[in-house]
């Protein structure tokens, strides 16, 4: 079963900077997309950023400028560098990977990751 795996998260004061990690299989990996999602208490889950296997890379307008994602195809983890921290970026965290179907007849797999909490202070 395939599964992804997040690091990073912590406390950080309005400003810094965190970077947020999430790991999976190669043969996961090398193939699927990888976004990471954001959910503030009392809100919907919302897309941050997301990064194409061929490296094309999108971002919401609430973090454009600031955050960058990337991916690290030798060590098969993708990294969403958080710059520029704001109170609002508090959130958990989470990773999505979404493999495309691997035969005709199948569909696309999506894992989710367990979250991690970035709380930024004023």
């Known amino acids: 079963q395939e599964q992804v795996a997040e690091s990073g998260g912590g406390l950080v004061q309005a400003g810094g900077s965190l970077r947020l990690s999430c790991a999976t299989s190669?043969?996961?990996?090398?193939?699927?997309?990888m976004s990471w999602y954001r959910q503030a208490p009392g809100k919907e889950r919302e897309l941050v950023a997301s990064i194409t296997s061929g490296d094309s890379a999108n971002y919401a307008d609430s973090v454009l400028g600031r955050f960058t994602i990337s991916r690290d195809n030798a060590e098969n983890t993708v990294y969403l560098q958080m710059n520029s921290l704001k109170t609002e970026d508090t959130a958990v965290y989470y990773c999505?990977?979404?493999?495309?179907?691997?035969?005709?007849?199948?569909?696309?797999?999506?894992?989710w990751g367990q979250g991690t909490l970035v709380t930024v202070s004023s």
């Open positions: 190669k043969r996961m990996f090398r193939i699927s997309a």
């Open positions: 999505h990977a979404r493999r495309p179907p691997l035969t005709v007849e199948g569909g696309y797999l999506e894992v």
